[in-house]
């Protein structure tokens, strides 16, 4: 019988850690399972803390029981666990900044609840971070359904930085919002195999923003305005994610890691109403006030 979960209290969380990983999660109990076991495997990051903040219509997903064993596994290996539910629900910009408002941590990794990180994956993308000192880097998420639908095409949009990143403004319709094309499908590992990087090394590459996986500076994530445009974006959106990605690019920079170890469940989205994209109206806001 599974015993009753401990969900842990704000206040014990809240601490002067060098990482947490804030998880959104709605209805995807076996997903969010597979999640969080990926971040069980990783090593040589120590103690960093989870934080999942569920808005299922039902019970919550940590209160299943592989979702719950691998909670219990986090703690057991040193990581400080909480678990939140975050109700009535008033859109994922406003779940995304509930969840930057729990943690004081240096770095914030915010990830998807349908993404597993093979071993190292955090270690390289804190290491990037700190050797960068940009706003973020990410990982763009793998689709292995498509491992063998090859797209040399997309492969163009693959640019390495030569030095750190430096801030860049990226609109619609630029050549640098195409490089987003970089991580559909299997695009990044296709790329990845073509370099042949030596064990244990990476790179930054230019990017206009990325899905699932993304590192923050915390402290530069809030100075770009985090997640607060959540009050004046209606609550059926999309997109929260490339307007915060936007908005930090913009002032402090930010690259994509590579290789990738993210890697998409390709299950359905819970997210079905998406009648507007947030950030149209972040970007339609910032530049009227340019």
Not at 18 to 24: F, H, K, S, T, W
Not at 276 to 285: F, G, I, K, R, T
Request: proline share 6%; hydrophobic share 40%.
């Amino acid at each position: 019988m599974n015993r009753p979960l401990d969900t842990g209290c704000h206040a014990d969380f809240r601490a002067d850690r060098r990482l947490d990983v804030l998880i959104p999660t709605r209805d995807r109990p076996a997903e969010l399972a597979v999640t969080l076991a990926g971040l069980a495997a990783q090593q040589d990051v120590p103690g960093f803390g989870v934080v999942v903040s569920d808005q299922s219509d039902g019970d919550p997903g940590y209160a299943h029981p592989a979702a719950a064993t691998m909670v219990r596994a986090l703690r057991h290996r040193g990581h400080p666990v909480l678990l939140t539910r975050r109700l009535p629900r008033r859109g994922l910009a406003e779940h995304r900044a509930s969840l930057l408002a729990a943690s004081t941590a240096r770095y914030v990794l915010c990830l998807d609840d349908d993404v597993w990180l093979e071993p190292g994956s955090l270690r390289r993308l804190v290491t990037a971070i700190e050797e960068l000192g940009c706003g973020f880097v990410g990982n763009g998420v793998h689709g292995l359904s498509y491992l063998h639908d090859v797209r040399p095409q997309t492969h163009r949009h693959y640019q390495e930085w030569a030095g750190p990143p430096v801030p860049e403004r990226i609109r619609p319709g630029t050549p640098e919002w195409d490089r987003a094309q970089i991580h559909s499908a299997a695009n990044l590992l296709h790329v990845t195999g073509s370099l042949a990087l030596p064990e244990g090394s990476w790179r930054a590459y230019k990017i206009s923003w990325i899905g699932g996986c993304v590192l923050y500076d915390r402290a530069k994530l809030i100075d770009s305005g985090g997640f607060d445009f959540w009050r004046r974006v209606q609550e059926r959106h999309q997109g929260e994610d490339v307007a915060a990605q936007l908005a930090v690019l913009a002032r402090h920079g930010g690259a994509g890691v590579l290789p990738s170890g993210a890697y998409h469940l390709e299950s359905p989205t819970t997210v079905t109403d998406r009648d507007v994209e947030a950030w149209e109206v972040v970007l339609a806001d910032a530049d009227a006030d340019a």
